[in-house]
């Protein structure tokens, strides 16, 4: 069965600091990994996916994530935070089966 | 939020009624989906529907009931509501079951007394 897992409850950076959301996931075959933020009382917005070729993938916000087939990882990255980056963020997993969804990682950015 | 309403946006309940949350699209997406978020678990998977009349079970549907009589509603019914069911329900849609994106409604919050 598909897992995910976000190791980190909270992630603190300061603005203009590049900043990092961590993912790592389980399946059997090729995965679809998935990105989405969660401002306060607000449903999911997606970010960006991977799910396949180019090993680095841009998304909205100027939010990228690289897969990392081998570490089974597929970390979230911003080079310069922003205030408003402050939210929720969520990994999520699927190969033959619907999304499964990590934990989350509040971030908050510090002016 | 993708053209996808949720109604009630609020509820209060009190154990053992019965309470039914509509999600209603207007993207005309086959595939529909009802999660709950709960502090600590992320977003969990109740009910899916792939098509009218085709629902499949997620990972935590017991004391949950869905049903889609037409390609913009799915519903969701908690048939004799529990403490336990206090939750922030989500409703999503995408056009396919595979690597398609999942887009999001803004959400019921239920609190079942």
């Known amino acids: 069965a598909q897992s995910v897992a976000q190791p980190e409850d909270q992630v603190n950076v300061a603005e203009g600091n590049p900043l990092t959301v961590k993912c790592t996931y389980s399946?059997?075959?090729?995965?679809?990994l998935f990105w989405y933020v969660q401002y306060p009382n607000r449903g999911l917005q997606f970010l960006l996916k991977?799910?396949?070729?180019?090993?680095l993938v841009k998304g909205s916000y100027g939010f990228e994530a690289e897969f990392n087939k081998s570490q089974t990882s597929f970390h979230l990255k911003k080079p310069s935070a922003l205030v408003s980056d402050s939210a929720l963020y969520f990994c999520?997993?699927?190969?033959?089966?619907?999304?499964?969804f990590g934990k989350g990682t509040r971030l908050s950015v510090i002016a | 939020d993708a053209g996808i309403t949720q109604s009630p946006r609020h509820k209060v309940t009190e154990t053992g009624t019965p309470v039914t949350l509509r999600c209603h699209q207007t993207?005309?997406?086959?595939?529909m989906y009802w999660y709950r978020q709960d502090p600590g678990h992320g977003l969990r998977l109740i009910h899916y529907?792939?098509?009218?009349?085709?629902?499949d079970k997620g990972e935590v549907s017991d004391g949950y009931s869905v049903s889609r009589s037409k390609t913009e509603d799915f519903l969701l019914t908690l048939e004799s509501a529990t403490s336990s069911q206090t939750s922030v329900y989500f409703c999503a849609i995408s056009e396919r079951g595979d690597s398609a994106t999942q887009y999001f409604g803004p959400g019921t919050r239920l609190t079942v007394l």
């Open positions: 993207e005309n997406h086959r595939y």
């Open positions: 999520a997993v699927r190969d033959d089966t619907p999304l499964v």
């Open positions: 529907s792939y098509g009218v009349k085709d629902t």
């Open positions: 399946v059997s075959g090729n995965p679809y």
């Open positions: 991977y799910i396949t070729g180019d090993n």
